[in-house]
């Protein structure tokens, strides 16, 4: 029926007897149809880019890899199928990181490097709270308790 509506020029003499309300509500029907379809092929491409882009990854020009993938008619959301088409095709691109030969470790200054390193240094965090306090006021709380008996018992145990 979208294909009906939608090649439908309601401005032509074959439509002059047909009232007034009815053209105009087929224009809207048009112009809707005409916004739905563009996002969905927008929601369609955005979906297909994200199914494909950790796939694709480990090719050194992956947009080629997707122009073929989707040129075989391969359809990008069915992974199964996506595994298929790179197992027969994947030797005929090259494989690495796209980036693998422009980063560099001279570009990285050595305060960035201290940083990364003091962040990833186990001993500049602290311990794990110890949850036997919390456990220990959890259990001398009931429910017969005001929220100001509550808050006593949690300094109670320094909390």
């Known amino acids: 029926m979208s294909e009906n509506i939608q090649n439908i020029d309601v401005d032509s003499d074959e439509f002059l007897d047909a009232p007034k309300a009815l053209r105009d509500h087929v224009k809207k029907l048009q112009s809707r149809l005409g916004d739905l379809t563009s996002e969905l092929s927008e929601v369609r491409s955005q979906a297909t880019a994200t199914a494909l882009g950790d796939v694709l990854s480990a090719y050194k020009n992956p947009e080629r890899v997707k122009k073929d993938l989707i040129s075989d008619k391969v359809n990008p959301l069915d992974t199964e199928a996506v595994a298929k088409w790179l197992e027969a095709n994947g030797d005929d691109y090259a494989k690495g990181s796209a980036d693998a030969g422009s980063s560099s470790t001279d570009t990285v200054s050595p305060e960035e490097k201290a940083a990364a390193q003091a962040i990833s ?6 311990q794990p709270a110890d949850m036997t306090k919390l456990q220990a006021a959890q259990a001398e709380i009931t429910s017969e308790m005001s929220g ?9 145990h320094g909390l």
């Not at 240094?121 to 602290?126: L, V």
């Not at 100001?148 to 300094?155: E, G, N, Q």
């Open 148 to 156: 100001a008996d509550v808050i006593a018992v949690y300094r109670k």
């Open 121 to 126: 240094s186990a001993s500049e965090f602290t």
